[in-house]
Protein backbone atom coordinates (compact mmCIF):
# COMPACT_ATOMS: atom_id res chain seq x y z
CA UNK A 1 0.00 0.00 0.00
CA UNK A 2 1.57 3.30 -0.94
CA UNK A 3 1.90 5.78 1.67
CA UNK A 4 2.08 9.69 0.84
CA UNK A 5 4.33 12.02 3.01
CA UNK A 6 3.61 15.57 2.76
CA UNK A 7 5.88 18.26 3.47
CA UNK A 8 6.63 22.00 2.86
CA UNK A 9 3.70 24.17 5.06
CA UNK A 10 4.54 27.06 6.98
CA UNK A 11 3.74 30.37 8.28
CA UNK A 12 3.50 32.94 5.33
CA UNK A 13 2.57 35.99 4.72
CA UNK A 14 -0.45 37.17 2.52
CA UNK A 15 1.44 37.17 -0.93
CA UNK A 16 3.77 35.02 -0.04
CA UNK A 17 4.57 31.65 -1.86
CA UNK A 18 5.07 28.16 -0.91
CA UNK A 19 5.92 24.78 -2.28
CA UNK A 20 4.64 21.71 -1.23
CA UNK A 21 6.02 18.14 -1.74
CA UNK A 22 4.54 14.82 -1.08
CA UNK A 23 6.42 11.51 -1.46
CA UNK A 24 4.68 8.43 -2.13
CA UNK A 25 6.44 5.05 -0.96
CA UNK A 26 5.70 3.79 -4.37
CA UNK A 27 5.39 3.84 -7.88
CA UNK A 28 1.98 6.58 -8.50
CA UNK A 29 3.20 6.72 -12.74
CA UNK A 30 0.03 4.30 -12.78
CA UNK A 31 -2.86 6.17 -11.21
CA UNK A 32 -4.82 7.65 -13.43
CA UNK A 33 -4.37 11.24 -11.63
CA UNK A 34 -2.86 12.73 -8.28
CA UNK A 35 -4.52 15.62 -6.35
CA UNK A 36 -3.88 18.32 -3.61
CA UNK A 37 -6.85 18.61 -1.11
CA UNK A 38 -6.78 21.28 2.08
CA UNK A 39 -8.97 21.30 4.76
CA UNK A 40 -9.72 24.14 7.02
CA UNK A 41 -10.90 24.20 10.63
CA UNK A 42 -14.87 23.52 10.54
CA UNK A 43 -14.70 22.67 6.97
CA UNK A 44 -14.85 19.70 4.63
CA UNK A 45 -12.06 18.58 2.59
CA UNK A 46 -11.41 19.38 -0.98
CA UNK A 47 -9.71 18.99 -3.56
CA UNK A 48 -7.96 22.09 -5.03
CA UNK A 49 -5.60 20.84 -8.24
CA UNK A 50 -5.32 17.57 -9.79
CA UNK A 51 -2.84 16.65 -12.35
CA UNK A 52 -3.76 13.62 -14.65
CA UNK A 53 -1.00 10.82 -16.10
CA UNK A 54 -1.37 12.82 -19.23
CA UNK A 55 -0.23 15.83 -17.68
CA UNK A 56 -3.87 17.84 -17.79
CA UNK A 57 -4.78 19.91 -14.75
CA UNK A 58 -7.27 21.37 -13.04
CA UNK A 59 -7.75 23.54 -10.23
CA UNK A 60 -10.89 25.07 -8.00
CA UNK A 61 -11.73 28.55 -9.31
CA UNK A 62 -10.76 29.63 -5.73
CA UNK A 63 -6.61 28.98 -6.80
CA UNK A 64 -6.77 29.16 -10.43
CA UNK A 65 -4.09 31.37 -11.44
CA UNK A 66 -2.62 31.11 -8.55
CA UNK A 67 -1.75 26.99 -7.32
CA UNK A 68 0.63 24.75 -9.68
CA UNK A 69 0.50 21.30 -9.68
CA UNK A 70 3.12 18.84 -10.89
CA UNK A 71 4.65 15.46 -11.07
CA UNK A 72 8.11 13.90 -11.10
CA UNK A 73 7.27 10.23 -11.67
CA UNK A 74 11.12 9.31 -11.76
CA UNK A 75 10.82 10.37 -7.68
CA UNK A 76 7.20 9.63 -7.16
CA UNK A 77 6.69 13.50 -5.71
CA UNK A 78 3.79 15.91 -6.41
CA UNK A 79 4.68 19.20 -5.77
CA UNK A 80 1.90 22.52 -5.18
CA UNK A 81 3.23 25.63 -6.47
CA UNK A 82 1.29 28.50 -4.15
CA UNK A 83 1.59 31.61 -4.89
CA UNK A 84 -0.12 35.19 -3.70
CA UNK A 85 -1.42 33.15 -0.99
CA UNK A 86 -4.88 34.98 1.07
CA UNK A 87 -5.33 34.21 4.37
CA UNK A 88 -8.18 31.52 2.79
CA UNK A 89 -5.69 29.47 1.74
CA UNK A 90 -5.10 29.00 5.60
CA UNK A 91 -5.49 25.13 6.05
CA UNK A 92 -3.79 21.68 6.40
CA UNK A 93 -3.09 20.28 2.52
CA UNK A 94 -2.63 16.66 1.77
CA UNK A 95 -2.17 15.17 -1.39
CA UNK A 96 -3.85 11.90 -2.80
CA UNK A 97 -5.17 10.03 -6.02
CA UNK A 98 -8.96 11.45 -7.13
CA UNK A 99 -11.09 8.43 -7.86
CA UNK A 100 -14.64 8.19 -8.08
CA UNK A 101 -15.33 7.02 -5.18
CA UNK A 102 -13.24 8.89 -3.29
CA UNK A 103 -9.45 9.07 -2.71
CA UNK A 104 -7.27 5.66 -3.23
CA UNK A 105 -4.64 5.82 -0.61
CA UNK A 106 -4.65 6.23 2.88
CA UNK A 107 -4.33 9.45 4.02
CA UNK A 108 -1.59 10.89 5.50
CA UNK A 109 -0.38 13.55 8.25
CA UNK A 110 -0.97 16.28 5.58
CA UNK A 111 1.06 19.87 5.58
CA UNK A 112 -0.06 23.07 7.63
CA UNK A 113 -0.19 26.51 5.51
CA UNK A 114 -1.26 29.34 7.55
CA UNK A 115 -1.11 32.50 5.59
CA UNK A 116 -1.35 35.22 8.38
CA UNK A 117 0.53 38.53 9.19
Known amino acids: QVQLVESGGGLVQPGGSLRLSCAASGSIVRVYAMGWYRQAPGKQRELVASISRAGITNYANSVKGRFTISIDGAKNTVYLQMNSLKSEDTAVYYC???????????WGQGTQVTVSS
Open 96 to 106: NAPVPTGSLYP
